[in-house]
């Protein structure tokens, strides 16, 4: 019986190739299409993220605005502003950011110190 239905599956394939190359076609997609929704939200937060939810929200702002006078540095991001970059290195720099104003040192002082160690200081914001 099982090989009844193998070959009737095979006959039918010999007779409607192109619903094979469909189905294939939709299997890939399918199978891309998942491995992006993995990638986009299920990927666990970042310690930075989890740290963030946390912490004091004055705070947070100070940081956040600090980090939108620069672009991520990392050199794949683009042009895109520190404040809402995603890669690790924009983590890395904020959370240096977070550190310093927790340390005491003026926005002015951690502006010159982000912009010595990464560049991506805006023009509109040059250190004079």
């Known amino acids: 019986?099982?090989?009844?239905?193998?070959?009737?599956?095979?006959?039918?394939?010999?007779?409607?190739?192109?619903?094979?190359?469909?189905?294939f076609i939709g299997g890939i997609m399918l199978f891309a299409y998942a491995m992006h929704l993995f990638q986009q939200g299920l990927q666990p937060q970042s310690a930075e993220q989890v740290a963030a939810n946390k912490l004091d929200p004055s705070l947070e702002a100070a940081v956040s605005a600090i980090a939108a006078k620069f672009i991520c540095a990392c050199g794949n991001c683009g042009d895109k502003s520190l404040d809402v970059c995603t890669c690790p290195n924009a983590s890395k720099e904020r959370e240096m950011i977070r550190h310093s104003l927790k340390a005491g040192q003026r926005p002015e002082q951690i502006i010159a110190t982000i912009n010595d160690l990464y560049g991506g200081l805006k023009s509109e914001f040059n250190i004079k």
């Not at 019986?1 to 189905?23: C, D, E, G, W």
């Open 1 to 23: 019986m099982l090989r009844k239905v193998t070959f009737q599956n095979k006959a039918n394939a010999r007779r409607h190739p192109a619903l094979l190359v469909v189905i």
